[in-house]
């Protein structure tokens, strides 16, 4: 199995997201989960065609696609990818911080009900995604 982490860079700083991506390596790590993780994956100065293309040859590799949501604001990187992978008949799994749950209601409808998961803080996520994947 093989996982695309779809995430928010856009208005979060590089000391929280790298935290937050690592977080998510160590558990995929610890479960021996193939993953991919655009910002520890590649090199972070492409231009966006160049983002997105690699995006899209990462997703058709990958067999989940698991969408993290923890900041107030719509991805529309985010979109794009959870677009790419929708289209591509991949399984969308979406991680949503409780906080912002009612700022997301239009991306619910990419994925089944049972695949979006609420959390309240990372100790809370990692026991969530341990149970999911």
């Known amino acids: 199995m093989k996982i695309f ?5 856009t208005w979060i700083d590089e000391e929280t997201l790298l935290k937050d991506l690592n977080f998510f390596r160590g558990v995929f790590i610890e479960k021996n989960i193939e993953n ?7 090199e972070n100065n492409n231009d966006s065609s160049t ?13 989940i696609v698991l969408a993290y949501i923890n900041h107030p604001k719509r991805s529309e990187g985010m979109l794009l990818e959870l677009g790419i992978a929708y289209e591509l008949w991949k399984e969308i799994k979406i991680l949503v911080n409780t906080k912002f749950k009612d700022n997301y209601l239009l991306i619910y409808w990419l994925t089944k009900s049972k695949n979006i998961v609420f959390f309240e803080s990372l100790i809370d996520l990692e026991k969530k995604i341990k149970s999911l994947v």
């Open 5 to 9: 982490l779809s995430y928010q860079q």
């Open 36 to 42: 991919y993780i655009y910002f520890l994956d590649e």
């Open 51 to 63: 983002v997105c293309r690699k995006a899209k040859e990462e997703i058709e590799k990958c067999d």
